[in-house]
């Protein structure tokens, strides 16, 4: 059994302490009016741009120019951006984590579903890390709760009087209903917490069976469940990331944000059973089962790259205009985001992991996995923030402290789970080829 460490309890719960405090000051400079958020703006400028206050008050800083009505529409867009920094921020930061255990539980299911015998090994590890998907998926409906209630304007089809001037977001308001999309969201997540309840509990059943029943349960079950996931996480990849720009949509969406979910999720399995092993937890892992996730860590890498490049060309190429902005967008605004996430979710990972021997190497997938789950949290970034916050983003204190409170939470909630069950599926009629795995060159 393992037994979390005391380290890990003051780790986490600092990175929560401090994330916190980080969180609640992102909040308090924040503009709570108009007029707090042109005085940020004109300082901005006058800083950044060395403009004097006349030339603001040119581009529509003052609310005292020439045409008040402009001004003051501009000034409440510039407002809403400026108050969506740190809720954005929370959001991105909830986001991400969240993935990370929904897109385990999605390679869990399909090892049950496939039968593979490479893996049963690991098991107990990614059955811990599903351990978050509950509380994390609460946090992210709750401020999706939050949306609703109009204490944010991260969706701004949730605004009834920007719906009423647009036909686009009008035509979609029998679906992109706030109570519809709060109700969804709420089938998404107790669908995904039901099968992992169920799947954990046959798992821990199975280590004290005479037979195979709940082994063949958990096939027949991860069987439905990924049909059921598949319609699901797409619905919710365009509820919870593709509506915040309500205008815009893409077809491979869905399938975009499962190959990031994916590769994050095999990413801290591989991180989190090294750790394991290290400490002495996991005997039956070795270097052949961490080759098998370095090569699904680089399958999914190129796999993501292939939608990624796949969506730009297709939206790029037709150029038309209430599509491509999506994309121009972030590459004016988010340059360096936008290029650097498909250097670093690419390139860096492709140029590491292509080498066979590299894979067996933990300080290599150690390496490689910290830089695909930093990229794929700026994926995430590059996927809300643009149309959250437009061009006033930034990575400073409300982004860091987010990142550090769920961080800290997600280590915490993963290695408690862990203590829960035995780290060795010994029921599992696999269990023993997996322990002999070796991978055949």
Do not use: C
Request: avoid cysteine; charged fraction near 15%.
């Amino acid at each position: 059994m393992y037994v979390i460490t005391r380290n890990i309890k003051i780790f986490s719960f600092t990175l929560m302490i401090l994330g916190l405090f980080g969180i609640g000051y992102g909040f308090y400079k924040a503009p709570k009016t108009i007029d707090e958020s042109i005085e940020i703006m004109a300082s901005k400028h006058h800083e950044g741009h060395k403009h004097d206050l006349h030339k603001d008050e040119a581009h529509g800083y003052d609310s005292h120019s020439s045409d008040d009505s402009h001004a003051m529409s501009h000034d409440e867009h510039v407002f809403h951006q400026l108050a969506n920094r740190p809720w954005a921020a929370l959001y991105v930061a909830a986001f991400f984590f969240f993935m990370i255990s929904l897109g385990t539980l999605a390679f869990y299911a399909i090892q049950r579903a496939s039968q593979a015998g490479w893996s049963p090994v690991l098991f107990r590890v990614m059955e811990g890390i599903t351990g978050y998907l509950l509380p994390g998926g609460l946090l992210v409906l709750l401020i999706l709760i939050f949306s609703v209630l109009h204490f944010n304007h991260l969706f701004i089809w949730m605004d009834p009087e920007v719906v009423e001037h647009d036909k686009i977001i009008k035509a979609k308001s029998g679906y992109l209903d706030p109570y519809f999309f709060l109700l969804r969201g709420a089938i998404y997540l107790a669908g995904w917490s039901i099968y992992r309840y169920i799947s954990r509990r046959f798992s821990i059943a199975q280590d004290n069976s005479n037979d195979n029943k709940y082994h063949v349960k958990n096939f027949k079950l991860a069987a439905g469940f990924l049909v059921f996931f598949l319609v699901t996480e797409s619905m919710m990849s365009w509820d919870w990331i593709m509506s915040i720009d309500p205008h815009w949509f893409s077809t491979l969406f869905g399938w975009y944000v499962f190959a990031s979910m994916v590769v994050s999720g095999v990413t801290t399995i591989a991180l989190i059973s090294i750790y394991l092993k290290n400490k002495g937890y996991l005997p039956n892992v070795n270097d052949n089962h961490i080759h098998d996730l370095g090569k699904f860590m680089f399958g999914f890498s190129v796999f993501w790259t292939y939608l990624w490049f796949s969506q730009f060309m297709l939206i790029w190429y037709s150029n038309i205009p209430e599509e491509v902005v999506y994309f121009i967008s972030r590459i004016e605004d988010y340059t360096i985001p936008f290029w650097g996430m498909v250097v670093i979710n690419f390139i860096l990972p492709f140029l590491i992991l292509v080498s066979s021997n590299f894979k067996r190497v933990n300080w290599i997938i150690t390496m490689a996995g910290i830089i695909i789950l930093f990229g794929h949290y700026i994926d995430v970034y590059n996927m809300i923030m643009p149309s959250a916050v437009g061009d006033q983003w930034g990575i400073g204190i409300p982004e860091i402290s987010s990142v550090m409170f769920f961080g800290g939470l997600f280590l915490y909630v993963v290695f408690w789970s862990l203590t829960k069950a035995p780290l060795e599926a010994k029921g599992d009629p696999y269990n023993e080829e997996s322990k002999r795995f070796v991978y055949p060159f």
